[in-house]
T-cell receptor, first 112, second 114 residues
Framework: RKEVEQDPGPFNVPEGATVAFNCTYSNSASQSFFWYRQDCRKEPKLLMSVYSSGNEDGRFTAQLNRASQYISLLIRDSKLSDSATYLCVVRRSGGGADGLTFGKGTHLIIQP | EAGVTQFPSHSVIEKGQTVTLRCDPISGHDNLYWYRRVMGKEIKFLLHFVKESKQDESGMPNNRFLAERTGGTYSTLKVQPAELEDSGVYFC????????????FGNGTRLTVT
């Protein structure tokens, strides 16, 4: 089983809709969780960290379920500019860079 | 504040040639990382510098890859001799190193070995 798994998509969603996708991780010792966004042929950029209690940043909501070992990202009122690949990133205990594991990403396409 | 910069943005070389990639981290970031994304695969860790010291190079594929960070500022990643399977996008990232501090990525160098 891969350490971090994501549905690659693509998710085709009409503008204005709500979309959510999950990411599962296999290592129960994982401590930190992030969602990164990567546009086509660009570098990954931090979208948001994921906190145990769940957190919201504007239209974006991230949640962590430790019992089931998954994190989720929900985007409300989706915009055309939300089209991108969303990378789930998990850091194991210790916090070193070697503990950072990336998922393959979920490709989101917002359609007008 | 300038971000992480990488040079070149693209490189096309023939199998057996040498290529050197450069990364300038964000000023003040002691932690510098190299990652690689091969087509169709996830981003994978290569190595991690803290200042000029290699903290972890467990992700380096083989001894054809050599990374340096003299003086603890910019870093270079040399591939010699390049093989076809080295093609991919090489990302550099830097961070402050505080627990949970995010990584800031450069634009990447797209390497094509023909």
């Amino acid at each position: 089983r891969k350490e971090v798994e994501q549905d690659p998509g693509p998710f085709n969603v009409p503008e204005g809709a709500t979309v959510a996708f999950n990411c599962t991780y296999s290592n129960s010792a994982s401590q930190s969780f992030f969602w990164y966004r990567q546009d086509c042929r660009k570098e990954p950029k931090l979208l948001m960290s994921v906190y145990s209690s769940g957190n919201e940043d504007g239209r974006f909501t991230a949640q962590l379920n430790r019992a089931s070992q998954y994190i989720s990202l929900l985007i409300r009122d989706s915009k055309l500019s939300d089209s991108a690949t969303y990378l789930c990133v998990v850091r194991r205990s210790g916090g070193g860079a070697d503990g950072l594991t990336f998922g393959k990403g979920t490709h989101l396409i917002i359609q007008p | 504040e300038a971000g992480v910069t990488q040079f070149p943005s693209h490189s096309v070389i023939e199998k057996g040639q040498t290529v050197t990639l450069r990364c300038d981290p964000i000023s003040g970031h002691d932690n510098l990382y190299w990652y690689r994304r091969v087509m169709g695969k996830e981003i994978k860790f290569l190595l991690h510098f803290v200042k000029e010291s290699k903290q972890d190079e467990s992700g380096m594929p083989n001894n054809r890859f050599l990374a340096e960070r003299t003086g603890g500022t910019y870093s270079t990643l040399k591939v010699q001799p390049a093989e076809l399977e080295d093609s991919g996008v090489y990302f550099c990232a830097s961070s402050l190193g505080v627990v949970n501090s995010p990584l800031h990525f450069g634009n990447g160098t797209r390497l094509t070995v023909t």
